[in-house]
């Protein structure tokens, strides 16, 4: 049955796909085709619409619009231009300053904004013509853009590991945010070594002269309230003070404070069309996380996981082979699909897994998380990629010989990330939460 079952949902869904449906229908529709021939087409849809109710009714899922919104606020508020200059103060000195510039404030604004695409069109498009002015190729800086944008959506907050929370059963939140750190700074690590290596051979410099105090010290200031939003929101739930939900909401407001208040940069006619566009960006995710539970209700009922488990176990039984291949095929679907419907359908098939090989829920979670951040950045999907080649107006062609070497340096990453369970792992413990 289970095996009958999953290759219903996989020829279902990818034909539906192919037609141009929308993923939230045709995972729903997958699903529900997948269970039809062992479960009668009334009690079929009346559990369905059931899974979607009780899936869209929880209280951690709040979280996810109110900082869809808050990111929505702080791209338009003025946020991007000084986190740059922060990081440029930063870093100015070193060989291909503005492509380490622009890694930097990627981690930074991503993980304000929860969006890579975001990161990649405002800081991509404020450091863009001081790279121009330098001397700069293009089409590295596009490439560096792009591969580094990515790396925000791992530290938090970060609403594709509350996504991972809410299918995984209830993983911590707080400790989910906390292991996301040192994997999102590892890969900004990462593509700034690149970065380095790239300017070194083309002969960049950074700027000449002292290290400039002042220029820090004034730069810090105008970059203490956007980044005070990580600090308070992730320091408040991680101590206990409130909850993820609750820290959403104080998110909104301090963004609102910030962009209308100190900064002046949003009116209420700004504010009217943000709201708009997260609501409908809230709905569309609201909506497949509903349509999700059917798909880990049918995958339950029907021993899915279980048998992929035993598929696995039939190839090898050493953990570190089966996570090398769960790997393998994330990597190949992540090129198809969005973060976001990718943890919905696959955490309920390999984390039963993982966790039968004594991996922790969370490091599975950041491996999940990192690993298909990377579709982000690889064709034919590629939002990120393709928002940062419109940015430094070149072509994907141009940018792929210098992606390559990011793409090393990324997956080197996601190799580390996976085999060293201490980089997701520490944080957490060292604050109790485990």
């Not at 005070?228 to 909850?243: K, Y």
């Not at 209308?260 to 940069?265: I, N, W």
């Not at 090898?316 to 190949?332: F, G, Q, S, Y």
């Not at 991996?359 to 950041?366: A, L």
């Amino acid at each position: 049955m289970a095996i009958q079952s999953l290759i219903i949902m996989l020829v279902v869904l990818a034909l539906l796909l192919v037609l141009g449906i929308p993923i939230a229908v045709s995972i729903g529709i997958a699903a529900v085709t997948a269970i039809m021939p062992t479960m009668s087409l009334d009690t079929t849809v009346i559990t369905s619409a059931q899974r979607i109710f009780s899936g869209t009714s929880t209280f951690t899922l709040v979280a996810i619009p109110f900082f869809i919104l808050a990111g929505n606020i702080m791209n338009q508020g003025g946020i991007a231009k000084r986190l740059v200059g922060f990081v440029q103060a930063l870093v100015g000195k070193i060989p291909g300053s503005l492509l380490l510039t622009n890694v930097g404030a990627n981690a930074l604004f991503g993980a304000i904004s929860g969006s890579a695409s975001a990161a990649a069109a405002a800081v991509g498009g404020m450091v863009r013509e001081g790279e121009e002015e330098a001397g700069y190729d293009m089409d590295l800086a596009a490439a560096t853009n792009a591969a580094s944008a990515p790396s925000g959506l791992l530290i938090p907050p970060s609403n594709a590991l509350i996504t991972y929370s809410l299918v995984s059963g209830g993983t911590s939140v707080a400790a989910l945010f906390l292991a996301g750190y040192l994997p999102g700074i590892l890969w900004a690590a990462m593509c700034m070594f690149v970065a380095f290596i790239f300017a070194k051979r083309k002969g960049y410099t950074g700027d000449t002269g002292p290290f400039d105090w002042k220029r820090l010290g004034k730069s810090s200031l105008e970059a203490i309230l956007p980044l005070s939003l990580i600090v308070i929101v992730i320091g408040g739930i991680v101590i206990g003070v409130f909850t993820a939900t609750e820290g959403s909401a104080i998110a909104v407001v301090y963004a609102l404070f910030l962009s209308m208040v100190v900064y002046r940069s949003i009116n209420f006619k700004d504010l009217y069309r943000i709201l708009i566009d997260s609501a409908e960006t809230s709905g569309m995710v609201v909506f497949l996380i509903g349509v999700s539970n059917i798909l880990s209700w049918v995958m339950a009922f029907t021993g899915i996981p279980q048998a992929i488990a035993a598929g696995l176990l039939g190839v090898t039984d050493n953990p570190l082979i089966i996570m090398l291949i769960i790997n393998v095929i994330l990597l190949v679907a992540g090129t198809f699909m969005d973060v976001t419907p990718a943890i919905l359908i696959f955490t309920p098939i390999f984390l039963p897994i993982a966790i039968s090989f004594g991996m922790s829920p969370i490091h599975f979670g950041i491996m999940l998380v990192y690993n298909l951040c990377i579709g982000n950045i690889t064709p034919p999907v590629g939002n990120t990629l393709f928002v940062a080649i419109k940015v430094g107006k070149t072509s994907l062609a141009k940018v792929v010989p210098y992606m390559v070497g990011y793409y090393v340096a990324i997956l080197l990453g996601l190799l580390l990330v996976t085999y060293v369970p201490a980089l997701s792992m520490w944080l957490p413990q060292l604050a109790g939460l485990l």
